[in-house]
């Protein structure tokens, strides 16, 4: 992983090391398999759903029940869909915001004949809401595609009621037709469309604010960010409403992005940190550099995910999790600003990991093309109910992180030993001087926390490390008044 300064790169070996030894994944619906799942969605009217897209043309929904038996079928386009191709298919799902009430959600699928992205609006059957109507389809937006790869496909709403649409750079190889840069045509882009107000002839609106609504330039007013190369899966932080990008990267580097309206973020001038056309040299002025990317030796070809805010794993709480769907190691990124974040490799999990999704209380879901769904888990139970002790000592990030003084009097530093061990827990500023003596005292095996008093410190940055035997973890904290 690339980080982008000399004190970042130090925190980031620091909270590098595995701090999860007992994280991992397990079949979320045992009873349950999908063909190629691409994409996962709840329709937040508070049913109980989850809907499960498989890449031929079905949308299947299911009650979110480890225990439910069967997923019936939603809607059913396939003979609408071109799917030949390993990277065409229906392909994304979005619910609109007042489903309960219009029963709306849209789509984004590939056709043929002639080859084309499609955006489509379907209505729920007017006679049955657990199905969908596929008569009511409203082709809202659709483009051409010149050849099978890079289709982009992930569609949804963000905080501001407008719908976001991620488009690939056409495909081939290298953005032939260098699409991503030409902002008057709509691959290689983050869109934003306002499907509830209809302008000018179109099925959607351009949002007043849209970065050339109105251009005289010739640009696509639709474009909200450009200069991507396959923003295969993007999702909104719901806590802060940052929009967080998997940019599949061409021979050499993945990369994570934050979208910004109006900004370029490189493709294909650039391929990561790195220069790609010309290969050294390349102009920089105006490029959006990703937050980190990976290369080769970690994987191929990132799947974008969520900021964790569920409650059931507290070890990711505000981490945005993605993954590789070539090696199938999933990473947890925290941050906290642009020379605030660091990334660690949460586990080596074996699965084609294709998207993320979220239940209506916020907890991950992973889609795998062996056709089950997973869930996080913090531990394995023993006999005795307890988690399995982790092979090396475990230190926890603090949650929330950043922490409001003035909301938070004391946090919890959680951590986890192997073995009965004496602890050192301290407190350091960003000059490496102790500020405070936490805890020092033996603990038992297993997880443990240490209350710390927040209100006592001042606002800024801090660490605090674990200290027992030979070994020292590290973390970072920063207080906000």
């Known amino acids: 992983m690339r980080l982008r300064s000399g004190l970042l790169v130090l925190?980031?070996?620091l909270s590098a090391l595995p701090l999860h030894a007992q994280l991992q994944i397990e079949n979320a619906f045992p009873n349950l398999t999908f063909d190629r799942p691409v994409d996962l969605q709840h329709p937040g009217d508070n049913s109980g759903r989850l809907f499960v897209i498989e890449q031929a043309g079905l949308i299947r929904v299911f009650p979110n029940d480890a225990s439910t038996a069967s997923a019936a079928v939603f809607?059913?386009?396939?003979g609408r869909v071109n799917a030949q191709g390993n990277e065409q298919g229906l392909l994304g799902l979005a619910f609109h915001p007042s489903f309960k009430?219009?029963?709306?959600?849209?789509?984004?699928?590939?056709a043929s004949n002639p080859d084309r992205t499609v955006v489509a609006r379907f209505t729920v059957s007017a006679s049955d809401p657990m199905i969908a109507d596929p008569a009511s389809e409203q082709i809202i937006l659709a483009f051409p595609q010149p050849f099978s790869n890079h289709n982009g496909g992930q569609v949804a709403f963000g905080p501001d009621g407008y719908l976001y649409i991620g488009t690939g750079d056409g495909g081939s190889g290298g953005d032939p037709q260098n699409n991503a840069q030409n902002r008057a045509v709509l691959l290689g882009k983050m869109?934003?469309?306002?499907?509830?107000?209809?302008?000018a002839g179109k099925n959607y609106g351009i949002p007043f604010d849209n970065p050339f609504a109105g251009s005289t330039e010739g640009f696509a007013e639709e474009i909200y960010a450009w200069g991507l190369r396959n923003p295969w899966r993007f999702s909104f932080d719901p806590a802060f409403g940052r929009l967080w990008a998997g940019d599949v990267g061409q021979n050499r580097f993945e990369e994570v992005d934050i979208i910004e309206k109006g900004k370029n973020y490189g493709w294909r001038i650039m391929e990561g940190f790195a220069c790609y056309n010309p290969q050294s040299g390349c102009d920089e002025t105006g490029l959006t550099k990703p937050i980190i990317e990976y290369g080769r030796a970690d994987g191929a070809s990132i799947t974008g995910g969520h900021v964790y805010r569920g409650t059931r794993i507290p070890e990711l709480a505000g981490k945005y999790v993605y993954a590789d769907f070539?090696?199938?190691?999933?990473?947890?990124?925290?941050?906290?600003?642009p020379e605030n974040f660091h990334n660690e490799l949460l586990l080596s999990s074996g699965k084609n990991i294709a998207a993320f999704g979220?239940?209506?209380q916020g907890e991950l879901l992973i889609c795998s093309f062996d056709g089950s769904i997973y869930r996080f888990t913090s531990g394995v139970s023993s006999a005795g109910g307890q988690d399995a002790l982790p092979v090396s000592p475990q230190l926890q990030d603090i949650a929330p992180n950043p922490i409001l003084r003035g909301t938070h009097?004391?946090?919890?530093?959680?951590?986890?030993?192997?073995?009965?061990?004496?602890?050192?827990?301290?407190?350091?500023?960003?000059?490496?001087?102790?500020?405070?003596?936490?805890?020092?005292?033996a603990f038992e095996a297993g997880r443990q926390s240490v209350t710390l008093d927040v209100a006592g410190l001042r606002p800024g940055i801090y660490f605090y490390s674990l200290q027992t035997n030979h070994t020292r973890l590290t973390r970072k904290l920063v207080v906000i008044e």
């Open 11 to 13: 925190f980031c070996l």
């Open 75 to 78: 809607l059913d386009i396939r």
């Open 101 to 110: 009430e219009n029963g709306y959600f849209f789509v984004n699928y590939t």
């Open 191 to 199: 869109l934003r469309i306002d499907v509830d107000n209809p302008q």
């Open 326 to 337: 070539v090696t199938g190691k999933i990473w947890g990124l925290t941050y906290t600003g």
């Open 358 to 360: 979220v239940d209506a």
């Open 409 to 441: 009097r004391t946090a919890l530093i959680r951590f986890a030993l192997p073995a009965a061990a004496p602890v050192r827990l301290l407190l350091f500023d960003t000059l490496g001087r102790e500020i405070r003596v936490i805890a020092d005292a």
